[in-house]
């Protein structure tokens, strides 16, 4: 017989070890030139947008801030992510996402959830004095001890053309002004400048106190509690300031307030005074209760008109019965969007309207004058002749040229026909008063520089679906029907498929 071979393996023993290592080693080798290349690439990354209208794309003026930072900034998303402002919260994280790899030596972001984690919440609350605030979405600036704080409605435009046309009762968000706060917050905190507002007497003005001491203790008249929102929560200074005499106004002023005079009338030396300060870029609050004087200057140079005469309003969703009165409308203006967004009126006392002289609108290069609120159109004044009118007013002039100035950036201006809803008994009682204050202050003090002007709202689209009655019904019916009988037509064939 015979003596049959016996076949060898193709692989010895020693030969399958060699491949199992040779394998391990590939492995370990790739493995380390990718831990490698995302080392260098933390370093030496390269990050571009791929859409010219990314929402987070960071413009060359917001790059130009976050290169020239020397101190670290830390920026604290304080927001409950799935609650009312989620579109606001998803938008601000994105982009905050960018700043933080556009400098991630200078720029810390942290996210914090107030509802999952109270006691981190409280101890950031308390740290910013924030406590007792209606507001709750923020996002909080910090360096150096030094803070900014942006509320969640304020980092939108509102589309208000659907509300204004009765087709709807909400006001939409139309533009994503993130960039724009978030940039002009971070120069502000890398390059402070000092603010100074300056409250007139002499006239029967209401009384900010004593910059010195205490703020908000001066009753009910005074203007102790608006004095504390301008040092405490616009980083302003503040003094008080007589243009009798000698005096004039001076050179670090940033803002004048005239808080309801009473007394006695400004003195033309005084009006003009105010005339050239404001012709130099200044910035004014005028509460004018009763004439004072003031009147005929801002018509002529800034186009605005007060009534001799308070007006009421008795639409009764806004009437409080007591001589006083909620806004009823707010028109587009920065100052008012972010109280439009929420229907947070404005309580008001016995106001004198406040109107924009047409024949000035039409001169070219003339003040731009915007109505912020008005009353109901069931308004009433002393006439007894029922109507809108109009209760609020914003002026803006751009930028003079020619004048060496700190002033020299542009006039703004906001006139009311009173006084009492800023003083200490009102400020407080209703939280829109409050918010005005903050958000007219904010928009007057507001000092553009050269480095961050030019940054805008990014649009926030929407897109709508119409459908006709019977495509919506054939809709219906393919969700309800069709896709359950298409999963069970795919089974059905599977089924035969294994029986076969």
Known sequence: MAQTDTPKPSFSRGRRWLGMLSTVLAVAG?????????????????????????????????????????????????????????????????????????????????????????????????????NGRQEKDLVVFESNGHFKIEIARQLADYDFSNLLSGRSKFVRRSGFLGELHFTSDIYALAHPQALKTYFLYGHGENNPGDPLAEPGKLGDTGYGKLAAILKEECDSAWDRLSLLGTNDIPHDCQLLIVAGPRAAEFLPEEVDKIAAYLKNGGRLLALLTDPCGLEPMLAKQWGVQLGANAVSDKDPNVDTGLGSFFTAVFLPHPI???????????????????????????????PEVKILACTSAEGMGTNKHAGQYPLLAAIEQGVIKGVDTPRAVGTRIVVAGESYFLDDQLIDSWIGNHEFAKLALDWLLQRPTTLIAGLDSRPIKQYSFYLTSAQSSAVRWLFLAGLPAAVLALGGLVWLRRRH
């Open 30 to 130: 790739a493995l380390a030139l990718l831990v490698m290349l995302n080392y260098l690439a933390a370093g030496y990354f390269l990050d571009f947008q791929l859409s010219r209208d990314a929402p987070f794309k960071l413009s060359s003026q917001t790059r130009a801030v976050l290169e020239s930072l020397t101190n670290d900034v830390k920026i604290t998303i304080f927001f409950k992510p799935d609650g009312d402002n989620e579109e606001i919260y998803l938008l601000t994280q994105g982009l905050l996402e960018e700043y933080q790899n556009a400098n991630p030596r200078h720029i810390h972001v942290e996210r914090l959830d107030y509802t999952r984690f109270v006691g981190l919440a409280k101890d950031l609350l308390a740290k910013i004095d924030w």
């Open 336 to 366: 008012v969007n972010p109280l439009a967004s929420d229907q947070t009126r404005i309580l008001m006392v016995r106001p004198r309207p406040v109107y924009e002289v047409e024949a000035n609108s039409k001169i070219p290069g003339a």
